[in-house]
């Protein structure tokens, strides 16, 4: 038996980057999966790998940071599948700009997306789990919680996660839900490439400068973080709650 049989989960920002591979490789485990992005056709190309590979999933549009469509989308996948038990945060976003110069609007966008979708999924799930005395929750931090120039509402978000999940973690323990966090480094995806054209660097330059201080000297890839989400989701990790692991090939150590 796989060891997600019988299992279903919701995955956010899972159209493309680190939520696809999370979704693919946990439907690989055996769960079915609602894989959750801003538009149904967004999902379109992860739904299909997840069913070509004979796996079960249904494609939800949701901004996470509605907290009506994030209802409506929590409903639609226990409707669909009967139960939920594990849920992986991921949706995100950057707008990138020194502090002095960060509009409101940007600081918004970013701790809306990433702090309030997490709550308002953790919210709408817990209901759920605790009502089955069982649940995994997955949330994304990055390294980036330890402050990166450029970076400020990102960061910001990105600590508040942390400490959300420490709490969650504490508050929902007792009804057998762990909470966990992962935060990357240096992962290969859309999200990563569009910085490096947003700066004017080749991202092959980008990819080889940060390699270079990586203790494992590479950068990571989507699959790197779906591995750590794979082990916290499953039971092997059911002692393991209120952590939050570095995916960042040893990055961190160096800062
Ligand atoms: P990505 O390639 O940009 O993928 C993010 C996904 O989230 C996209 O499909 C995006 O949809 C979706 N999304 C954005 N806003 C949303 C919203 N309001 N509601 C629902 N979905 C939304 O990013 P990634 O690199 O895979 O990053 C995934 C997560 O890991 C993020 O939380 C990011 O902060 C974190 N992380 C990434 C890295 C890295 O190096 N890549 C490092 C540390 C942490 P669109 O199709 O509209 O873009």
């Known amino acids: 038996m796989s060891r997600l049989e019988g299992r279903v989960a919701i995955i956010t920002g899972a159209g493309k980057g680190i939520g696809a591979g999370a979704a693919i490789r946990l439907a690989a485990d055996g769960a079915k999966i609602g894989v959750v992005d801003l538009k149904e056709e967004f999902c379109s190309e992860t739904v299909n790998a997840i069913r070509a590979a004979g796996g079960e999933a249904v494609a939800i549009a949701c901004d996470v940071a509605n907290s009506e469509q994030v209802q409506q989308a929590v409903e639609k996948v226990v409707s669909q599948f009967g ?4 849920l992986v945060n991921n949706a995100g976003i950057l707008r990138d ?6 509009s409101e609007e940007d600081w918004d966008a970013v701790i809306d997306v990433h702090l309030k979708g997490t709550f308002l999924l953790c919210k709408a799930a817990q209901k759920y789990m605790v009502d089955q005395r069982y649940g995994k929750i997955v949330n994304t931090s990055s390294l980036g919680a330890w402050g990166k120039r450029g970076q400020a509402n990102y960061s910001a978000a990105k600590a508040g996660i942390q400490g959300f999940t420490k709490t969650l973690a504490i508050e929902l323990g007792p009804y057998n839900i762990n909470v966990n966090c992962v935060a990357p480094g240096f992962i290969q995806t859309p999200m990563t490439r569009d910085t490096a054209a947003r700066v004017g660097i080749q991202f092959e330059d980008m990819v080889k400068k940060a390699s ?8 990571g890839e989507p699959v790197d973080v779906a591995n ?28």
């Open 83 to 86: 139960r939920l038990d594990i």
């Open 228 to 255: 750590v989400i794979a082990f916290l989701v499953s039971d092997d990790a059911s002692y393991v709650t209120g952590e939050v692991i570095c995916v960042g090939g040893g990055e961190r150590l160096t800062k």
């Open 212 to 219: 270079a201080v990586i203790p494992m000297r590479r950068v």
């Open 97 to 102: 700009a020194l502090s002095f110069k960060m």
